[in-house]
């Protein structure tokens, strides 16, 4: 069974853009959680989407926003970057079980450079 | 925050067995114990998780005290490929608990 795939893997953009990322969760799986991943902050929760909705949400400000598409399939947006906002952005999935143990497995990652 | 102490760095010598420690004091009944791995700059790896009994599987074998306030990770025979930062996440049971809270995990450097 494929993993989580998350493209492009690099992408480098300037200050001001906006700037969408991809993933492909798991066949099956339902849930998808965005994380963003900084030298100085670690590894932190931007948000989950299970079946189309937002159904948890990170403390990061309104310029991130994220969507879930009917096959599971889900993107993430930064507007109006900044400098700070240079990271590793991963994907994970999980079945979405609301009940008992809900493994999230990662994807590679996209590694976003604001210049 | 994080609601697990790990130490930051353990060496352990290739083919051996390492180790890797985890306090969690504040468990709750409901709450499971999930260990991942990151390898530098890639996406972290699903290792094991265990609610209170010990659990084992063809990574790696996860000892849980009867008190469940720590617990262990045990690579059986480490090898150079096992080097990487370890997490061990305490996390209440049902999807809509959504997120992973990632401390600063234990760097393992295993050496030849």
């Known amino acids: 069974k494929a993993g989580v795939t998350q493209t492009p893997r690099y992408l480098i953009k300037t200050r001001g853009q906006q700037v969408t990322l991809s993933c492909s969760p798991i066949?099956?799986?339902?849930?998808v959680s965005w994380y963003q991943q900084t030298p100085g902050q670690g590894l932190q929760f931007l948000f989950e989407?299970?079946?189309?909705?937002?159904?948890n949400k990170g403390n990061f400000p309104g310029r991130f926003s994220g969507r879930q598409f009917s096959n599971s399939r889900s993107e993430m947006n930064v507007s109006t970057l900044e400098l700070g906002d240079s990271a590793l952005y991963l994907c994970?999935?999980?079945?979405?079980?609301?009940?008992?143990?809900?493994?999230?497995?990662f994807g590679p990652g996209t590694r976003l450079t604001v210049l | 925050d994080a609601k697990t102490t790990q130490p930051p760095s353990m060496d352990c010598a290739e083919g051996r067995a390492a180790n890797l420690p985890c306090n969690h004091s504040?468990?709750?009944?409901?709450?499971?114990v999930y260990w991942y791995r990151q390898i530098h700059s890639q996406g972290p790896q699903y290792i094991i998780h265990?609610?209170?009994n010990n659990e084992t599987n063809e990574m790696a074998s996860l000892i849980i005290t009867e008190d469940r306030k720590s617990s262990t990770l045990i690579l059986p025979h480490a090898t150079l490929r096992d080097t990487a930062v370890y997490y061990c996440?305490?996390?209440?049971?049902?999807?809509?608990?959504?997120?992973?809270?990632f401390g600063k995990g234990t760097k393992l450097s295993v050496k030849p």
């Open positions: 504040t468990i709750s009944g409901n709450e499971y």
């Open positions: 989407y299970f079946s189309e909705t937002q159904r």
């Open positions: 996440i305490v996390r209440r049971d049902g999807g809509s608990q959504g997120n992973l809270i």
């Open positions: 265990g609610l209170k």
């Open positions: 066949s099956g799986h339902r849930s």
């Open positions: 994970a999935s999980s079945l979405g079980f609301l009940a008992g143990t809900d493994t999230q497995y």
